[in-house]
């Protein structure tokens, strides 16, 4: 007896070749999403239809779910750039599978990013300036793991009382620094709560580790954050 892999679709379809009652080979279509795609298939009625899927890369097929009766199914986790092949088989009640579906390709592309506005682009070429006129180097540490040395403004305020807490006083602290991933802090990464600096809230003070706690004002360029 012939052992067949279960997601190898050719192997399947190829058990039950001499079965006269083999069901027609289905159809597909394929509709990109994003890192997904939509397949649409349309087979012969009363079958149950198995999806298979790889990238033109690989040689082991990837199980893309099953469907009684035509409709879609959806794959996750795509890449984008890479190249997949969809197939798709039909198994009929008395339990023989068709021929596999032509082979379908679909490449995922990334959204291309909304073009920068003039007043963004002057924004972003004023960063620098500003850096190298004001800044000093402190420590970032992404989540309060890791860390790397960005260029920050440091905005250090008066200590200030605290409401109800009988003379308790806090300092205030502010810094300012590119809205980018490697020179500064990206917008899109920064975590309040839990990421940290290792800054020095006083001139001359020693330094130590500060939580980012608010997000004070954003725009192409900088970004101004409240340290404690």
């Not at 890192?35 to 009625?45: L, R, Y």
């Not at 199980?63 to 092949?85: E, F, Q, W």
Request: glycine share 8%; proline share 4%; charged share 20%.
């Amino acid at each position: 007896m012939t052992t067949v892999a279960a997601n190898d679709p050719v192997a399947l379809a190829s058990a039950g070749v001499f079965r006269t009652d083999k069901p027609a080979a289905p159809t597909v279509s394929v509709a990109a999403g994003t890192n997904s795609a939509v397949i649409t298939i349309d087979g012969e009625a009363g079958c149950t239809h198995y999806l298979y899927y790889k990238k033109t890369s690989d040689t082991a097929w990837q199980d893309g779910g099953s469907k009684t009766g035509d409709g879609t199914l959806t794959v996750t986790n795509l890449s984008n750039n890479v190249a997949y092949i969809f197939v798709a088989i039909s198994k009929n009640a008395p339990g023989i599978f068709s021929l596999p579906s032509a082979a379908v390709e679909l490449t995922l592309t990334a959204a291309a990013a909304a073009a920068e506005s003039p007043f963004d682009e002057l924004v972003k070429g004023t960063v620098d300036d500003f850096l190298m006129e004001f800044a000093e180097q402190i420590v970032y540490m992404p989540g309060g793991t890791g860390s790397r040395a960005i260029m920050a403004i440091v905005d250090r305020e008066e200590p200030t009382e605290l409401e109800g807490g009988a003379g308790a006083q806090s300092t205030l602290t502010y810094i300012t620094v590119a809205n980018d991933s490697t020179a500064g802090i990206s917008s899109s990464e920064v975590n309040l709560n839990a990421d940290k600096v290792e800054i020095s809230t006083k001139i001359g003070q020693v330094v130590r580790e500060k939580r980012i706690i608010g997000l004070i004002y954003q725009d192409a360029g900088m970004m101004k954050l409240e340290i404690r």
